[in-house]
């Protein structure tokens, strides 16, 4: 049962170019979603969130967008360092009707090209 | 900067020995976590532990999984008798407040690699 899905295993970009992770969700309880970046040997760290009543946040090179009425959202890198290859999880929760517990992905592999 | 810190980094065991995989959270936060990556897979939870409590579990985490919190500062995960699908990278996580607060991401830990042969 895949709540979450990140159907791209991995993703190869050219430094400077733009990164897009793509996650899909199934569950419409969900109102708040979550991207972790994962560095082998090292845990997943967060990186950026989003709640419901939003469709986009910023920090920085990161962005992320929400589409609840397609139930996805994307992880955007612009512009794209080698320091951005890792793995990056999507991850979901809900305020309501059962679990605040993040539910994760299995994860995309960005490979970013000097 | 405060970090979770897991032990022990890889850890290999006979098919039905007890395992028990320590974790220290960061000192201010009340929410603790379990996860699991078996290779190639997501991150699935297991469990989550709040006020010396569990407060959530999945059912991943049967009868043979238990934490516990005995110090107040290390949180276990014991495996009672290990099977070959446990092999699993563990991933201990703590918050300061639920996910959907402002401060409520997860902090992971390195993981403890388990092998069960």
């Known amino acids: 049962d895949q709540q979450v899905k990140q159907n791209s295993p991995s993703l190869s970009v050219q430094e400077g170019r733009i990164s897009i992770l793509n996650c899909d969700y199934t569950n419409s309880m969900f109102d708040y979603f979550l991207w972790y970046k994962k560095y082998p040997a090292e845990g997943p760290t967060f990186l950026i969130s989003i709640s419901s009543i939003k469709d986009k946040n910023e920090d920085g090179r990161f962005t992320v967008f929400l589409n609840k009425s397609a139930k996805h959202l994307s992880l955007h890198i612009v512009p794209s360092q080698p320091g951005d290859s890792a793995v990056y999880f999507c991850a979901a929760s809900a305020s309501s009707g059962g679990s605040y517990i993040p539910t994760f992905g299995r994860g995309t592999s960005l490979i970013v090209h000097p | 900067e405060p970090e979770v810190t897991q032990t022990p980094s890889h850890q290999v065991t006979q098919m039905g020995q007890e395992v028990i995989l320590r974790c220290v959270p960061i000192s201010n936060h009340l929410y603790f976590y379990w996860y699991r990556q078996i290779l190639g897979q997501k991150v699935e939870f297991l469990v989550s532990?709040?006020?010396?409590?569990?407060?959530?579990k999945s059912e991943i985490f049967d009868d043979q999984f238990s934490v516990e919190r005995p110090d107040g500062s290390n949180f276990t995960l014991k495996i009672r008798s290990t099977k070959l699908e446990d092999s699993a990278m563990y991933f201990c996580?703590?918050?300061?407040?639920?996910?959907?607060?402002?401060?409520?991401?997860?902090?992971f830990g390195e993981g403890s690699r388990l092998t069960v042969l």
């Open positions: 996580a703590s918050s300061e407040a639920l996910a959907q607060t402002g401060d409520g991401e997860l902090f």
């Open positions: 532990f709040y006020n010396n409590e569990i407060s959530e």
